[in-house]
């Protein structure tokens, strides 16, 4: 089922309390309907674990891995980063946590709780505190002040206690050279690569094509398939049953005002000279003259637009003549807005120095910011509020209709009472595309948890509700190999040349360790010998940037011990390299970096110390997971 906070995912008064109301929710289940009929999937010292809490995170965790990962994030990526246990171990992380909080004694007091309530910005107007506001929101998320303020209370304890773990933890400076050293170190290598794809003459027997098949057969099979009825509750259906009155649009616009607002804009062009990522000290020099000579060409009269034309490393706006058009304040990095915000209309700033490299800004208009006013955007507000409250409807019929379909055993005679469609798919893999759904990944996964004839519970997609019934499954089989024998074929292709390429590789590098001249035996075999330039670790190598084996690699070498123990496979085949030279760390730029690594180090102690409490938690817990949970 799905939570109070899922279901009002879409609302605007969520929207805003986001930094607010924090996931605790989540994580206790408060006011959960599963909780209320005794759904837990874990006891964490006698105290449960609700399937309605688990879901929660699980779908957070699975969103933020699909902002990681994109379209790359499939069904089989989601089951290597087990999703489920990575959800369920952060509930009983918490969960332990809170009790040893507890067992320690650890207070908040009520000022302290009020104290913390008060400085939520969500819970404020102009600056300060608002007790109608903090109603509002709580209430338009169906949340008691006593919900909320438990929950709150629960969150400051595991802060407290989190505190109390790291008072100890200290990064020394010596660390933070030891590490600031490991990082910015340096090696080159030389190198040569062993293509599999220029190995063409490959020639298969059927005997080899078949004995492979049989090795392998598992590779092609056709993989278990299902079939699925399904009601979909669409938002858009709801939308022309919602009436939002003047007095709702009126609440949103003051609590939303700075969305509609038009901030100050400036329109401006500039010229930059790129010095790269870590630039060395002379070419940041080299590159500000350079700026100079163009900056006083500039204010002499010649034409900005072609300056930036001839001189701009900017390759979005050099073609414009560096016009970069209107833009707000937070779409440029901080130095470049100071100093074009500060710039009056048909002026050109002094060099700035952004990440990127040295700038000469042009400003050439600006727009000051304008005031929202109600009239004009009320019926942009009218739009979304009822898109919102449509999807709050949807969710109450989908729990309706739900109920009555597990109630009935099937969707069918459910959907005959309710006047609603019935959907049927065609067959279809965990992987396969659906057709008649835009997000069937998320589809096929709830259709493949099903069992036979179950009935899902409502799956919210981007267009709404789906209730979904298993009626068909065909099992995995594997083909005949007549079927998938130019695949076979192409796959034992691709594994001969790898082999021949592996195999010259391997017989190159063992020469070297014999005495072979890198160059010479490169050349004898017609190969290419690369040189790199010098690269750290933490960055790339310069033209083998996918290569991260290699880079590990590199610094493991020395003059001493300057080839690997194994031929190294990269994304263009097989790599032998051999060290050249190592370069150390500039010690003058510790200085810059220490604040820095510091701080990164002290995270990393932080975190690592407490998965070390948690795991004392856990051995002296006892923790029962419902059978198969996992599975």
């Known amino acids: 089922m799905l939570s109070l906070m899922r279901k009002h995912a879409q609302s605007w008064l969520i929207k805003l309390a986001l930094g607010a109301i924090v996931i ?12 209320q009929k005794g759904n837990r999937i874990a006891l964490v010292n006698g105290e449960p674990i609700v ?35 990575q959800a369920l171990d952060q509930l009983i992380d918490r969960q332990l946590l809170l009790q040893e909080a507890t067992r320690l004694n650890f207070r908040v007091t009520n000022e302290e709780l009020l104290r913390t309530i008060q400085e939520v910005p969500a819970f404020q107007r102009h600056g300060h505190f608002h007790p109608r506001q903090y109603e509002l929101v709580l209430n338009s998320n169906r949340m008691t002040p006593e919900m909320y303020e438990e929950s709150k209370r629960y969150e400051l304890l595991v802060e407290r206690l989190q505190s109390f773990i790291f008072g100890s933890i200290k990064v020394s400076e010596a660390e933070a050279l030891e590490t600031y050293n490991w990082l910015k170190n340096e090696v080159s290598v030389e190198y040569v690569v062993f293509k599999p794809s220029t190995y063409t003459i490959v020639e298969l027997t059927p005997e080899e094509i078949e004995a492979y098949f049989s090795k392998n057969g598992k590779a092609y099979e056709i993989p278990h398939r299902v079939k699925v009825q399904y009601l979909l509750l669409d938002f858009k259906g709801f939308e022309a049953k919602v009436d939002i009155s003047d007095e709702d649009i009126g609440i949103y616009f003051d609590l939303n005002k700075e969305d509609y607002a038009s901030p100050k804009k400036v329109r401006a062009r500039h010229i930059l000279f790129q010095v790269g990522p870590d630039p060395k000290p002379e070419t940041i020099k080299e590159a500000r003259k350079k700026a100079l000579n163009v900056l006083e060409d500039a204010r002499s009269g010649t034409d900005f637009g072609e300056l930036a034309k001839k001189h701009s490393d900017d390759p979005g706006s050099r073609d414009k003549g560096g016009d970069l058009g209107f833009f707000t304040r937070d779409r440029m990095v901080k130095p470049f807005s100071d100093a074009a915000f500060s710039t009056k209309t048909g002026e050109i700033s002094e060099l700035i120095r952004t990440t990127f490299g040295w700038h000469i800004i042009k400003v050439e208009g600006i727009e000051e910011a304008k005031e929202p006013i109600l009239a004009e955007v009320a019926d942009q507000i009218r739009k979304k509020l009822a898109k919102d409250e449509a999807r709050t409807l949807a969710f109450d019929r989908a729990e309706e209709i739900y109920e009555a379909c597990y109630g009935a055993g099937n969707i069918s005679e459910v959907a005959k009472r309710n006047q609603l469609k019935v959907h049927e798919t065609d067959l279809f893999s965990e992987n396969e595309p659906i057709k008649e759904v835009k997000e069937g990944q998320e589809f096929a996964k709830t259709a493949f948890a099903l069992g036979e004839d179950e009935v899902g519970e409502p799956l919210e997609l981007s267009d709404g509700y789906y209730i979904l019934q298993l009626i068909a499954k065909q099992p995995a089989t594997i083909p005949e190999l007549k079927s998938v024998e130019e695949k076979v074929t192409q796959d034992l292709t691709e594994q001969r040349r790898n082999d021949l390429a592996k195999k010259d590789a391997e017989e190159f590098l063992n020469g070297l360790k014999g005495g072979a001249e890198f160059q010479k035996a490169a050349a004898s075999r017609e190969l290419k010998a690369e040189t790199t330039g010098f690269f750290e670790r933490s960055g790339t190598i310069p033209g083998l940037e996918a290569e991260r084996n290699i880079q590990e690699t590199a610094f493991k070498l020395s003059q001493s011990e300057p080839f690997p123990d194994d031929v190294i496979r990269g994304t263009q085949g097989y790599y032998v390299v051999q060290f050249k030279a190592r370069q150390n760390a500039d010690p003058k730029e510790f200085e810059e970096k220490k604040s820095e690594i510091t701080t990164s180090l002290l995270f990393q102690k932080r975190q690592r110390a407490t998965g070390e409490f948690v795991d004392g938690l856990r051995k002296k817990s006892e923790i029962s997971i419902q059978d198969g949970f996992l599975d």
């Not at 605790?24 to 909780?35: E, I, M, P, T």
């Not at 688990?54 to 087990?82: C, P």
């Open 51 to 85: 399937l309605e809490a688990f879901r929660s995170v699980y779908d957070q965790m699975l969103q933020t891995y699909r902002r990681q990962f994109g379209d790359a994030l499939d069904a089989k990526l989601i089951q290597n980063l087990n999703l489920r246990k």
């Open 24 to 35: 605790v929710f989540v994580f206790w289940g408060v006011g959960s309907y599963r909780a």
